[in-house]
């Protein structure tokens, strides 16, 4: 396989690539949303705030800016169907074994409730 690492003037397509998790907003539960709401100090009624993904996302996006994950949304100028977030690879200390990188993120996301194990995602997108 042979890497280009200069531009490529007729790439159109974007890549994404983190080991963390995916999170579909259908299928935010109510535990996730309770520790989103108390780990931004929300002061909304926690009822209109389960309700707003608009709100959810807005908070993802900080808990992933305040722990140095990376993120990426999908979904249309309407609604974010789904937000991908966690670490590059690129940011594994030279002295960390895989396992660790991968534990460092397992505990971030239970912060918010995910317990899910850290996977390896990558994707990617043409920009139409």
Do not use: H
């Not at 396989?1 to 259908?26: A, E, H, P, Q, R």
């Not at 807005?58 to 979904?75: H, K, L, S």
Request: aromatic share 16%.
């Amino acid at each position: 396989m042979k890497i280009k690492n200069d531009f490529i003037t007729n790439s159109s397509s974007v890549s994404f690539c983190v080991w963390g998790t995916y999170l579909d907003f259908c299928d935010i539960t109510t535990d996730i949303a309770e520790k989103l709401y108390e780990y931004v100090g929300c002061n909304s009624d926690f009822e209109l705030y389960f309700k707003n993904k608009n709100s959810q996302y807005d908070d993802i996006r900080e808990f992933c800016r305040n722990n140095d994950f990376d993120f990426t949304a999908r979904g249309n100028m309407f609604c974010i169907s789904y937000i991908i977030f966690g670490k590059s690879p690129k940011k594994m200390r030279g002295d960390q074994t895989l396992d660790e990188f991968k534990n460092e993120i397992r505990e971030k996301l239970k912060i918010i409730g995910i317990n899910k194990e850290p996977e390896f995602i990558l994707t990617s997108w043409e920009d139409r």
